[in-house]
């Protein structure tokens, strides 16, 4: 199984600039997530779906929306890049409520995101 | 609000040394408590899980244990491998509706000497 994919896995763009990361998981989940990882930060909740239909905001929303396309897809756009915005983004998917102990989350390999 | 502090890293060691990451966290209510590790290039896997005090996760050689009254769950591994060099990240998960709203602490990067 493929898991989660994330495109592309770099991309460099230019203040003001906007951009769309896509997410696909295979593994029939009903919640999705997208997470910022900066150095000595550990990872952050940008938004979140608990299933179709639904979006909800996570700690670090501003700067950022999200599609849930379909059960399969959850995509993260950047309307006007900023220098701040500069990170390592992941998607992850859960089966259940996730985070909670009986529903880990499955990562996808990351996006590098650099913005000048 | 909650948090998960980690030891500061990297840590280096020498194949088949005895590895202890340190782990404290600060929560209300009673968190499920999870270690991830993050391989080179990859996103993050789940490692071990525990849900109340005093149980044990475990899983690849690795083990770490809930300890209420201490807060914390240090992760341990008896002979590290060349294989296990990576960050690894202590992450705390509210009771009740969490929908992915794990708390990280900042991750230790291991690095393993042959």
């Known amino acids: 199984n493929a898991g989660v994919t994330q495109t592309p896995k770099f991309q460099v763009l230019k203040t003001g600039q906007s951009m769309t990361l896509q997410c696909a998981q295979d593994?029939?989940?009903?919640?999705m997530y997208w997470y910022r990882q900066d150095p000595g930060m550990g990872l952050r909740l940008i938004y979140y779906?608990?299933?179709?239909?639904?979006?909800d905001k996570g700690e670090v929303p501003n700067g950022y929306n999200v599609s849930r396309l379909n059960k399969r897809e959850f995509s993260l756009r950047l309307e006007s890049a900023a220098p701040s915005q500069t990170s390592v983004y992941f998607c992850?998917?859960?089966?259940?409520?996730?985070?909670?102990?009986?529903?880990?989350?499955?990562f996808g390999n990351g996006t590098r995101l650099t913005v000048t | 609000g909650d948090s998960v502090t980690q030891m500061e890293g990297p840590v280096t060691l020498s194949e088949e040394a005895f590895l202890t990451i340190n782990c404290t966290y600060t929560?209300?209510?009673?968190?499920?408590l999870f270690w991830y590790v993050q391989y080179p290039g990859e996103g993050l896997q789940l490692l071990l899980k525990a849900t109340k005090a005093d149980d044990k996760g475990s899983n690849k050689g690795f083990e770490a244990t809930y300890r209420k009254e201490t807060t914390s769950f240090h992760l341990e591994k008896g002979s590290v491998q060349v294989s296990d060099s990576a960050v690894y990240f202590c992450a705390l998960s509210p009771g009740g509706t969490s929908y992915g709203k794990l708390t990280f602490g900042q991750g230790t990067i291991l690095t393993v000497h042959p």
């Open positions: 992850a998917s859960s089966e259940g409520q996730g985070g909670s102990y009986n529903s880990p989350l499955h």
């Open positions: 779906s608990a299933s179709e239909g639904t979006t």
């Open positions: 929560a209300t209510g009673y968190p499920s």
């Open positions: 593994m029939n989940h009903n919640s």
